[in-house]
C-alpha cells in the first residue's frame, strides 16, 4: 500500500510539474503568433496562411490530448483510417504525380501517409490481441509502400523509421534518449539547409549539393532564405512574402516556397521569429521527454513528429494544415495523460 501511495504522489507530482509546461508552451504559441502579426505591422506581409498553419497543428494538438485523455485508441485510429481511406477513395493519390489529390502535392501526400505509419503503430500498442496487433502492424506496412508509391524519398524514409521505431518501441527502457536523438536529427538537417543555402551562393556551392542528392533550385531557395535573413533580420519581409521577394521563387512559376521550414520562417520574420519557431519544437520534444505516457507510445510518438519535421526542414509540407492536423493529433496522443487500461496491457506485455 505505501508502494501505491508513493506512486500516486509521484504521478500527482508529474501532473503539476506537466501543468507548468504546459502552460509554457500555451505562452511560446502566443508569442509566435503575436510576432507573426508584428513582422506583418504596417507593411506588406500576409500573417492568415501563418496563423491558419499554427491554428490547425495547435487544434489537432489540443484534439489529441483529449482524446487521448478519454482513450489513448481514438486519434490515431483517426489518422490511419482517415488516410487508409484516402488511399482508396483518391487511388491517383499513389500515383507519383507530382500533383496528385487530395492534396495536389506528391510531397506532402507523402508526408500525411508516413504520419499514418505512426498512427498505425500506435493503434498496434493498444491492440488487446497478438492478432489484432499483427494485423494493424501489416496496415502499417502497407502504408509504409503507399509512401514510396508517393516518390517522395524523405515521406518514405520517414514512415520506414516510424516502423521500425513501432516494431523495438516495446524495447526500448529510455524515451529520454530516443527523444534526445530525435531533437539532434532535426537540429542536424536544419542546420545542414542553413549551410548549403549560405555555401550554395559561392561559386561550385550548388553543384556540390546537387550531386549530393538535391535539386539546384532547391538550394538556391535555401540560399535566397539565408540572404533574405542576412539582410532583414528583426522583422524579415512579411509573412507570406518569401515567394515575392526570392530571386528564385519569383523566376519559375512553378516555386511556391522555400522548400525549409527553418529559413522560410527566418527569411519572412526575422530571426526573432525563427527562435518562436525554434522555441515551439523544442518544447514539444521537452513535452515528449517529460510525457506520462507507457515508453513506448513516446517513442513511436517521437519518431513520427521527427519524420515530419526532417522532411519540413527541406520542403514545404508543413504549409498543408491537413498534415499539421495529424501531426498535432499523433503528439497529443503521445503526450495525453495515460490510459490506465493501456498501461495494464503493456505490463502484461499487450496480452
Sequence with gaps: MGTDREGDQRVRSSARYL????????????????????????????????????????????SGRLLGSRSALLAPAMVAGAV?????????????????????????????????????CLVALFATSDRRR??????????????????????????LLVLVAGLLSASVYRKGTVVLVSAVCVVGVALGTVVLGALGTRTGGVEGAAEAGLTERRVQLWGDGVHLTKSYPLRGTGPGMFVTNSPTASSDADVH???????????????????????????????LWRSSQP??????????????????????????????????????????????GLRARLARGGS
Design 295 to 340: 515508453v513506448a507510445v513516446v517513442v513511436v510518438g517521437s519518431a513520427t513528429f521527427t519524420a515530419f519535421v526532417v522532411q519540413a526542414s527541406i520542403d514545404y509540407v508543413a504549409e498543408f494544415p491537413v498534415v499539421l492536423v495529424a501531426v498535432g493529433l499523433l503528439t497529443g496522443a503521445a503526450t495525453a495523460g495515460p490510459d490506465p
Design 84 to 120: 487508409a481511406g484516402m488511399s482508396v477513395l483518391w487511388p491517383g493519390a499513389l500515383s507519383g504525380d507530382a500533383t496528385a489529390p487530395p492534396l495536389h502535392y506528391g510531397n506532402a501526400n507523402g508526408a500525411l501517409v508516413a504520419q499514418a505509419v505512426g498512427g498505425a
Design 257 to 287: 516556397s522555400a522548400h525549409s521550414l527553418w529559413l522560410r520562417h527566418s527569411a519572412e520574420q526575422g530571426v526573432p521569429g525563427a527562435l518562436c519557431l525554434v522555441a515551439l519544437v523544442g518544447w514539444v520534444y521537452v513535452r
Design 19 to 62: 501543468s507548468r509546461l504546459d502552460l509554457l508552451g500555451t505562452a511560446v504559441v502566443a508569442a509566435t503568433a503575436l510576432w507573426a502579426l508584428v513582422a506583418a505591422a504596417n507593411r506588406a506581409g500576409e500573417p492568415e496562411a501563418f496563423l491558419l498553419a499554427l491554428l490547425a497543428a495547435v487544434g489537432g494538438y489540443v
Design 134 to 159: 499483427g494485423e494493424v502492424l501489416l496496415l502499417a506496412g502497407l502504408l509504409v509502400l503507399a509512401a514510396f508509391a508517393t516518390r517522395s524519398v524523405a515521406a518514405a524514409v520517414g514512415a
